[in-house]
């Protein structure tokens, strides 16, 4: 069974540009997660996707959004870059059902690196 | 922000030792869970403890968990070289289903 999968790898970028992240779940999962793992900061949740619906957001400005598509892979859109924005992008996928005890896996994220 | 601390920030120990990694949290919660990266890596499922649940086994690893406290302790036993990594705890909430992590522990095992 294939993991979660991310992609690009590594990016550089510079202030003020905009970038988009991808993700893809574990066939079979239908939410998707995405964190923020910067320097000094940990890792901080920033959207949450199933079923197509954005179901809650973490405390980040409204130039981090994202969708999910009908087929549940995910992307990440996050406009006028800052240099805070360097960090890497994590995405995880679950099994959504009754009952709070499914696991997340996570993908190998992606490096953003902003100049 | 983070749901709590983890103790030690820092770990070095030699192979075949144990390893404890404490985490506390701030919240009521319906399960506890413990994640492992590899550098530059995602991260990777441990363990699941629920809230009605004081500890439990997976080979080497043992957790248990202390709702009074708001606390929970990660043991690895019999240490190895593979197991450097940095350990994090992880609850649910306050979004929703999605995590709010420990500030983690970074685990180094010599050989």
């Known amino acids: 069974e294939a993991g979660v999968t991310q992609s690009p790898t590594h990016l550089i970028k510079t202030r003020g540009q905009q970038v988009t992240l991808r993700c893809s779940p574990i066939s079979g999962h239908t939410s998707v997660y995405w964190y923020q793992q910067a320097l000094g900061l940990g890792l901080q949740f920033l959207l949450w996707y199933d079923e197509g619906e954005e179901r809650n957001r973490g405390n980040f400005p409204p130039r981090f959004s994202g969708r999910q598509f009908p087929n549940y892979s995910s992307e990440l859109n996050v406009n006028a870059l800052e240099l805070e924005d360097s960090a890497l992008y994590l995405c995880?996928?679950?099994?959504?059902?009754?009952?709070?005890?499914?696991?997340?896996?996570f993908g190998d994220g992606t490096r953003l690196s902003i100049l | 922000s983070q749901q709590g601390e983890e103790d030690p920030q820092a770990l070095s120990i030699q192979e075949g030792e144990n390893a404890t990694m404490n985490c506390s949290y701030k919240t009521s919660i319906n399960n506890l869970q413990w994640y492992r990266q590899n550098s530059g890596r995602g991260l990777v499922h441990l363990i699941l403890?629920?809230?009605?649940?004081r500890e439990k086994h997976s080979g080497r690893l043992r957790v248990t968990l202390d709702t009074s406290k708001k606390s929970s302790s990660l043991l690895i036993t019999a240490s190895r070289a593979a197991d450097t990594a940095s350990y994090f705890c992880a609850t649910v909430g306050p979004h929703g289903r999605a995590l709010t992590f420990g500030s983690g522990t970074r685990l180094q095992v010599q050989p």
């Open positions: 403890i629920r809230s009605n649940e």
């Open positions: 995880a996928s679950s099994l959504e059902g009754v009952g709070w005890d499914q696991p997340q896996h």
